[in-house]
């Protein structure tokens, strides 16, 4: 459909239909988009179906298109899509049940390699932009997902909100990336505390330089970055699995229980 209206009577302007379409596919496999903007993510809801219905279940029912068919149920239907309209009407917009932007979100997510994984390793502070981009591929390459390239990944990362700064540290003026609420007046203090993590003071540091920070070592500038970025990662992977091991055990603490009252 090309969207322009059209005469209902083919005289008469008054009466026109200007049509258009929401298109519903149901797969197996989700279409993974190669590139996510704005035009894709805007139109796109990922619903996700998860009743499975077998024989083995008991739950399968060949019938249920007739079923879903007769007069008692599409009046069960109407009427519900009627209460739901004028909820839309009401509100001035659907309704997204949390399961659903979750579900999207995750699924644009697993369609961008870029931006899952700054999803996953945010800039807290600041991050050189090359050694960025590098911890990307490297992680593309451990998930098995392509990577898209820098020009690509660095504007993934501009349309998160992160900044494009260059400072002057320990001697070099290198491209970073900045997080969105970091005040420049620190980038300093980020460097003194890597020199401190090499035990090197910043008079020392302009003394001797990098001959010094190699019998000091611990690691580069970049380095240093870095581990606060994995750091950073690893707390958030331990915290999630404590999480996890949480439920679980509530799960089966619980079915512990249904089974101890089902036997009395």
């Known amino acids: 459909m090309s969207g322009e209206p059209i005469s209902l009577n083919g005289k008469d302007d008054k009466d026109v239909l200007t ?21 894709i993510t805007d139109r ?4 996700p179906f998860l009743a499975t219905f077998t024989d083995d279940r008991g739950n399968r029912d060949i019938n249920i298109g007739e079923k879903l068919c007769a007069t008692e149920a599409l009046k ?8 739901a309209f004028e909820k839309v009407l009401e509100n001035g917009k659907f309704t997204i049940p949390p399961i659903v932007e979750e579900t999207t979100k995750q699924y644009f997510m697993d369609c961008n390699s870029a931006l899952e994984f700054i999803s996953l390793f945010p800039i ?38 992160y900044r494009p700064e260059r400072y002057l540290l320990g001697g070099k003026r290198e491209p970073y990336y900045a997080s969105p609420d970091f005040d420049n007046s620190k980038s300093q203090d980020i460097y003194d505390k890597y020199l401190q993590w090499n035990g090197i003071t910043r008079e020392t540091d302009k003394i001797y330089g990098d001959a010094y920070k190699r019998k000091a070592y ?21 915290q999630q699995l404590d999480e996890e091991e949480t439920t679980q055990e509530e799960q089966r603490t619980d079915n512990e229980q249904t089974t101890s009252d089902n036997t009395l």
């Open 76 to 83: 069960i239907i109407v009427t519900r899509s009627v209460q």
């Open 124 to 161: 807290k502070t600041i991050i050189v932009k090359s050694l960025y981009y590098k911890k990307y591929q490297k992680w593309c390459t451990k998930q098995n997902k392509e990577a898209v390239s820098d020009s690509q990944f660095g504007k993934q990362v501009l349309a998160l909100n």
């Open 218 to 238: 611990n690691g580069t500038f970049e380095d240093y970055l870095l581990k606060q970025l994995n750091d950073e990662q690893n707390t958030e992977d331990e």
């Open 19 to 39: 049509p258009y379409a929401t298109m519903l596919m149901s797969v197996n496999e989700v279409i993974n988009f190669r590139e996510i903007g704005l035009h």
């Open 44 to 47: 796109v809801i990922v619903i």
